[in-house]
Structures are given as C-alpha cells and as structure tokens.
C-alpha cells in the first residue's frame, strides 16, 4: 500500500486481558464456541495479531530518525 506512517501508537494489555476479549467476540459471532474449542481459536486469533503487530512494529522502526 506504499503508506508510511508518521505515528505509532501501540498501548499494551495483557495477554489475558486480550484472549479474553477475543473470546467474548468469537461467542457474539458463533454461539457453538466453547471449551477446548473456543481457547484454540482464541489462541490463533492472538498469535495472528501479535505476528502482524511484531511485523508493523519491525517496519515502522525502520522510518525512525
């Protein structure tokens, strides 16, 4: 997308905080989810955020002065 950005904000929240809020949006959206299930895809979920986010972090670093 050739965007560059000339700000980054990333506030921190524990990883419990998150794979909690994730489940709660996974049931919203599919009633079924529970158990071992639910925690899997909560587990992906998260992983796939913090490879992208480690992936931004890396590119915007780059364009520090």
């Given at each position: ?34 158990g ?30």
């Amino acid at each position: 997308m050739k965007i560059i950005p000339d700000k980054f904000v990333h506030i921190t929240v524990k990883k419990q905080h998150s794979l909690a809020r994730i489940k709660q949006n996974a049931i919203q959206i599919n009633q079924s989810l529970y158990g071992p299930e639910l925690d899997d895809l909560s587990q992906k979920m998260y992983d796939e955020y913090e490879m992208n986010m480690n992936a931004v972090q890396s590119t915007f670093n780059q364009f520090i002065y």
